[in-house]
């Protein structure tokens, strides 16, 4: 069946950058646009932002825009997301996730996740 599993996290100073890496198997990711996700403790899972299967075209939530890069390389497998500047407030479970709808982003598929502790 369909799986991602997320990487690349881990524990990180306030203003360091971070990439995560998240490797789609069981399916071609070419099949499905993807997305990024967190859940800080004790908030709701909020949407990052998304990356479309057909052109790369990207979006972001709007209190997302500015600090983070979404991009896949189907050859791979595998989407990514870059981080700049990581705030202690932005310590939470990152997920990937797999969806049939760009906008709006529809999870059908998701990953286990990647914790990221941004310590001050």
């Known amino acids: 069946q369909v799986q991602l599993k997320e990487s690349g996290g881990g524990l990180v100073q306030a203003g360091d950058s971070l990439k995560l890496s998240c490797v789609v198997s069981?399916?071609?990711?070419?099949?499905?646009?993807m997305g990024w996700f967190r859940q800080a403790p004790g908030k709701e899972r909020e949407l990052i932002g998304a990356v479309s299967v057909s052109n790369g075209n990207t979006y972001y939530s709007d209190s997302m825009k500015g600090r983070f890069t979404i991009s896949r390389d189907d050859a791979e497998n595998t989407v990514y997301l870059q981080i700049y500047s990581l705030r202690p407030e932005e310590t939470a479970v990152y997920y990937c996730?797999?969806?049939?709808?760009?906008?709006?982003?529809?999870?059908?598929?998701w990953g286990q996740g990647t914790q990221v502790a941004v310590s001050s």
């Open positions: 069981g399916r071609s990711i070419a099949a499905y646009h």
């Open positions: 996730a797999a969806s049939n709808v760009y906008r709006p982003f529809y999870p059908v598929y």
